[in-house]
């Protein structure tokens, strides 16, 4: 089918070409009469604005880039999905972008991204991103949103407070009175989160007088759910040999759901004698009934909209350092 062009609508209004182009983008040298009408005949005839050309003429994309490590992860997709609930009434639309659980290719996408120079803003989503790649975007002036990876003094940092997620998990284990915690975690080198739910919760810990070394720490650097349910079915093993009796999830409700699963099989009570924690509230931690630390990631995704898409209008970008509160869920574990 051949594309309707501006040229197409002008021959059938009978209108000049630049009059419909005008109309197009409510020119006021153009009477509401004659909008109307284009319009109408927009309607009629199908025409899509070929936005690669109004872009390159008013060097304006109305895309928002985001980039994500990987669209498998439910983590990634609750954010978006923020995202998206806050672009319902946005001129901008949104390019996804992924690393392909690749850590140091985010860094290599995030180079590209703003190269090719196709969206007005970009929103990076968990990946802590080396100091050269941030300076390349201040440099270009291309408005950049950093989600949950740490913060610095310069640019726009949103971030669940991964370190109160760690003291949630501590605390709730201590009220139930247990001795010998452990704490399975991803990638601490690459993924902040991780590193900060970490500190948390050893610190809330060692206020309590269980010093860190006698905490039980494991790290995985898997990311995919079906990796995840293994990394925590293995690690809850190992720690349950330890002698461990509480287990936070720090990796995640599938984490959890791994843990839960050993447990289950082997016959150990939860959580009489091991109780597990895990973090997200996802729905596995819900059917499961699966105590875990909520992060508000659906509203986070759209504050990282809201900036990028107020940055993106006036082609700067301010220094923002935000914090969301996590909260525990109890349940059954």
Known sequence: MKRVTIKDIARELGLAYSTVSMAI????????KTKQKVKKAIQKMGYVPNQTARSLVKGRTHHISVVTLGLFSLYEMYIVRGIEQRMKNSRYDIILRSARYD????????IKVLHERASDAVIIIGV???????????????????????????????????????????ERFIKMGKKKPAVLLGNTEYAFSQSERKKGFLSALSKKGIKSENVLVSESPVYLPEDLKLSGYEGAKKMAKKGADCIYCASGDFTAMGAYKYCVEKGIKIPGEISIIGTDDFDVADALEITTIKQPLIKMGERAFELAENFADICSVENIDEYFAPEIILRKT
Do not use: F, T
Not at 103 to 110: G, K, L, P, T, V
């Open 128 to 170: 802590k991103l080396i100091q050269e790649v941030i300076d390349e975007y201040e440099k270009a002036k291309m408005p950049l949103i950093i989600i949950d990876a740490g913060a610095s003094k310069k640019g726009c940092y949103l971030n669940i407070d991964n370190h109160e997620c760690g003291r949630l998990a501590a």
């Open 103 to 110: 850590w140091s290719e985010a860094q290599n996408e995030m």
């Open 25 to 32: 983008n409510d020119d006021k040298e153009i009477s509401l």
